[in-house]
């Protein structure tokens, strides 16, 4: 797909019910570490469904949810419509439309690896307050760190699209010091899943780069994810796990 801000367009509804929510740990950082506060504006980078924005709206932070697929930013409408200091944006993380000087926290929820770097960094440079901050945060699928995730991981590298091409683990402490200056910082948190069947269905299919219905491969796929399933199900679920992995600091 050449723009990849149309990828989720088909994946919202799984992506909703099935992609895991930030472990606390996150916010309770960045509380202790860089100031956050009910007080803070932050400007929530490709906010899709509204995750990581729901996290700072807890707190009573007003929040900017900056997203350039209308389906995705529709659901993040639905999700935090609870909250009267959000505010929806129809925008890129090169062009947000806000105005200068004026957030305290630039963020982004397992977005950052579709932006273009160097014109994100020159926006974000543009929206900071003199001590802003910038947080990039992934839940990480462990992967081959266990025998459900290694299956996985084996199935994506059989009948994904272009999963070599566009998983962020292509980003390394490298390129996130190129972005974030080399003073960042990062901490790293344990965290989980419990799904069923159709969980870890929704799961697969919530990635922009599965097969959907009618495409090449993708009732082998399917298949073959029930064939993992029942290898690892216990009483009917399996636990899918993952790192969530926060990097944070004040661009140079």
């Not at 472990?23 to 570490?33: H, I, S």
């Not at 807890?58 to 209308?70: A, D, F, I, T």
């Not at 972005?179 to 910082?185: R, S, W």
């Not at 419990?194 to 009618?214: H, I, N, Q």
Request: aromatic content about 12%; glycine content about 8%.
């Amino acid at each position: 797909m050449k723009d990849n801000t149309q990828r989720f367009s088909k994946r919202v509804e799984n992506y909703v019910q099935y992609r895991p929510r930030y472990p606390q740990g996150v916010f309770e950082t960045l509380r202790a570490k860089c100031q956050l506060s009910e007080t803070s504006i932050v400007a929530d980078i490709g906010s899709g469904t509204g995750f990581l924005a729901e996290g700072f709206l807890r707190l009573g932070c007003l929040v900017y949810g900056v997203e350039p697929n209308q389906p995705m930013r529709e659901a993040g409408e639905r999700l935090l419509q609870k909250f009267p200091r959000f505010r929806s944006v129809a925008g890129t993380a090169e062009e947000t439309t806000l105005v200068g000087a004026s957030i305290d926290f630039v963020t982004a929820g397992q977005a950052f690896h579709w932006f273009d770097p160097e014109e994100a960094r020159g926006e974000f440079q543009r929206l900071l307050k003199p001590s802003g901050w910038v947080v990039l945060v992934w839940n990480e699928r462990r992967g081959a760190a266990y025998p459900l995730g290694d299956d996985y991981e084996k199935l994506l590298e059989a009948y994904a699209t272009d999963y070599a091409k566009v998983t962020h683990k292509q980003l390394d402490d490298r390129a996130i010091r190129a972005f974030l200056g080399k003073e960042f910082q990062s901490e790293t948190f344990v965290n989980s899943q419990s799904l069923d069947f159709e969980g870890l269905k929704g799961r697969l299919l919530s990635s922009s780069y599965s097969p959907e219905a009618g495409q090449p491969g993708h009732e082998w796929m399917l298949t073959e994810l029930r064939k993992i399933f029942d290898a690892h199900q216990i009483d009917g679920r399996v636990d899918f796990l993952y790192e969530t992995n926060l990097y944070y600091g004040r661009l140079d």
